[in-house]
């Protein structure tokens, strides 16, 4: 196993530029950045046919790390890049990386109209329910009642699901994990990128430094605990009562359908124009 783990740390990272990173102790995005550089050598794709975008916070130093074709975009807007890539270069397997603040607040739009549209791209959510990078604010998916330095008194503000809203904003498939089911996960984001369409992988993650002091949740072992204990995977939530299911949150696939893809749609209307053009001259 540890031999495996140094193959694909020398094969996917650029281990002799950037490290040691800056994530803090406890953090989960090394743990969802392990899963996904093996759901990526599981697919078999090559490192110049990949694209990982971010936009601005802690999740948005992951394409420093990987050797891939790599952008590191504004804030809110690594899916405005994502789709400009896909749509000049198809061909090319596209793949975001965004925080909760950065997907949902500022980029909430962007995100839910590349949802709407279908882009061929794998988003991956990483939702640890505060602005890390940036002192800890509340942000659009901060539960009720919780403490962030921008809500010293609680948070009277409702959180949103990403999950659930990447379902209705049409996306072809939606799941979601945690960083405690690493497993699962990289299971996960493998589905996510070998589907065509729109996935969102939504990956509920730590913050020990801001959300977890915060909010006592105790140190980074007691916070992955509490996420082994409040995930259930979707199969045994349909067996649930409501009142079983009040304080805990679904895992798995949630949505799985099959939509028009828009980069084959908008080719299509590409040689349409081209064919009503030449006919025009002649």
Same mark, same amino acid.
Request: with cysteine.
């Given at each position: 196993?540890?031999?495996?783990?140094?193959?694909?740390?020398?094969?996917?990272?650029?281990?002799?530029?950037?490290?040691?990173?800056?994530?803090?102790?406890?953090?989960?995005?090394?743990?969802?950045?392990?899963?996904?550089?093996?759901?990526?050598?599981?697919?078999?794709?090559?490192?110049?046919?990949?694209?990982?975008?971010?936009?601005?916070?802690?999740?948005?130093?992951?394409?420093?790390?990987?050797?891939?074709?790599?952008?590191?975009?504004?804030?809110?807007?690594?899916?405005?890049?994502?789709?400009?890539?896909?749509?000049?270069? +198809?061909?090319?397997?596209?793949?975001?990386?965004?925080?909760?603040?950065?997907?949902?607040?500022?980029?909430?739009?962007?995100?839910?109209?590349?949802?709407?549209?279908?882009?061929?791209?794998?988003?991956?959510?990483?939702?640890?329910?505060?602005?890390?990078?940036?002192?800890?604010?509340?942000? +659009?998916?901060? +539960?009720?009642?919780?403490?962030?330095?921008?809500?010293?008194?609680?948070?009277?503000?409702?959180?949103?699901?990403?999950?659930?809203?990447?379902?209705?904003?049409?996306?072809?498939?939606?799941?979601?994990?945690?960083?405690?089911?690493?497993?699962?996960?990289?299971?996960?984001?493998?589905?996510?990128?070998?589907?065509?369409?729109?996935?969102?992988?939504?990956?509920?993650?730590?913050?020990?430094?801001?959300?977890?002091?915060?909010?006592?949740?105790?140190?980074?072992?007691?916070?992955?605990?509490?996420?082994?204990?409040?995930?259930?995977?979707?199969?045994?939530?349909?067996?649930?009562?409501?009142?079983?299911?009040?304080?805990?949150?679904?895992?798995?696939?949630?949505?799985?359908?099959?939509?028009?893809?828009?980069?084959?749609?908008?080719?299509?209307?590409?040689?349409?124009?081209?064919?009503?053009?030449?006919?025009?001259?002649?």
């Amino acid at each position: 196993m540890a031999k495996e783990v140094t193959k694909l740390i020398h094969k996917y990272l650029r281990h002799d530029k950037k490290f040691p990173h800056v994530w803090c102790p406890g953090c989960g995005n090394g743990i969802v950045l392990g899963a996904l550089i093996r759901a990526i050598d599981a697919l078999g794709l090559e490192k110049d046919e990949i694209v990982l975008a971010s936009g601005i916070g802690c999740s948005g130093r992951m394409p420093v790390y990987v050797d891939f074709n790599t952008l590191h975009a504004t804030h809110g807007r690594a899916l405005t890049f994502a789709t400009g890539v896909k749509l000049a270069k +198809p061909s090319l397997t596209v793949i975001t990386v965004m925080g909760d603040g950065d997907a949902t607040a500022i980029g909430g739009n962007h995100f839910i109209h590349a949802a709407r549209r279908n882009l061929n791209i794998t988003a991956i959510i990483i939702n640890n329910q505060i602005y890390g990078m940036t002192g800890g604010q509340h942000s +659009p998916t901060t +539960p009720y009642g919780c403490y962030t330095t921008t809500s010293s008194y609680g948070n009277i503000e409702h959180a949103f699901s990403i999950a659930e809203l990447s379902v209705t904003a049409g996306a072809s498939f939606v799941a979601r994990g945690t960083v405690y089911h690493a497993q699962l996960l990289e299971g996960l984001i493998e589905k996510g990128i070998r589907k065509r369409g729109f996935s969102v992988v939504e990956v509920v993650s730590t913050c020990p430094v801001h959300f977890g002091r915060q909010n006592e949740m105790g140190d980074p072992v007691e916070m992955m605990k509490w996420l082994k204990d409040h995930a259930v995977t979707a199969k045994k939530a349909d067996r649930m009562t409501p009142d079983a299911l009040e304080d805990k949150f679904t895992i798995g696939v949630l949505a799985d359908v099959k939509k028009p893809i828009y980069t084959k749609e908008y080719q299509q209307i590409r040689k349409r124009a081209k064919a009503l053009l030449k006919e025009s001259k002649e």
